[in-house]
T-cell receptor, first 108, second 111 residues
């Protein structure tokens, strides 16, 4: 079976750093994805981890520990436009199964 | 072209109507997907087509009928829907075991 857990909501201020955690349980692992979704829009791809460690992409980084079933998305130098839902997703075959998402609110 | 295009953007239909949602991509992706998303919920997988063949049906009611006429097109035919079927329907494509690219979605309201 597959189970993905992440916090429902988080708040932060402009310029800060925030870490969104995701834990998962799965019978087979093919990769861990992070997507960003603004209200009323489609999800957009942020990052992908298949091996343990940190993947850095500008202000966004994602970490994976397969032995712990754990990932996090790190957002640096937060901007107001980063207010969105952040979806952790596990790959099952060729499909993505999403967690419930974390709604991040960035205030000035 | 790096986009997935969905039409219509908005659709209102009655419970006795028959309508279709359309999705198109020209990235050469061989896998295409339909997801359903209710407000403040994550996308839920409905169907997966791989090389134009239905490979996954997540126990979706038969009032939703997918069709893949060719490798660039994916349709979702709707018939006898219920008000609870109102949602954002997202199409996505991928080159296989890789990143999904989503369309902007079709927002469906069933009266």
């Amino acid at each position: 079976g597959q189970n993905i857990d992440q916090p429902t909501e988080m708040t932060a201020t402009e310029g800060a750093i925030v870490q969104i955690n995701c834990t998962y349980q799965t019978s087979g692992f093919n990769g861990l994805f992070w997507y960003q979704q603004h209200a009323g829009e489609a999800p957009t791809f942020l990052s992908y981890n298949v091996l343990d460690g940190l993947e850095e992409k500008g202000r966004f980084s994602s970490f994976l520990s397969r032995s712990k079933g754990y990932s996090y998305l790190l957002l640096k130098e937060l901007q107001m436009k980063d207010s969105a839902s952040y979806l952790c997703a596990h790959q099952a075959g060729t499909a993505l199964i999403f967690g419930k998402g974390t709604t991040l609110s960035v205030s000035s | 072209d790096t986009e997935v295009t969905q039409t219509p953007k908005h659709l209102v239909m009655g419970m006795t109507n028959k309508k279709s949602l359309k999705c198109e991509q020209h990235m050469g992706h061989r896998a295409m997907y339909w997801y359903k998303q209710k407000a403040k919920k994550p996308p839920e997988l409905m169907f997966v087509y791989s090389y134009e063949k239905l490979s996954i049906n997540e126990s979706v009611p038969s009032r939703f009928s997918p069709e893949c006429p060719n490798s660039s097109l994916l349709n979702l035919h709707l018939h006898a829907l219920q008000p609870e079927d109102s949602a954002l329907y997202l199409c996505a494509s991928s080159s296989g075991a890789n990143v999904l690219t989503f369309g902007a979605g079709s927002r469906l309201t069933v009266l």
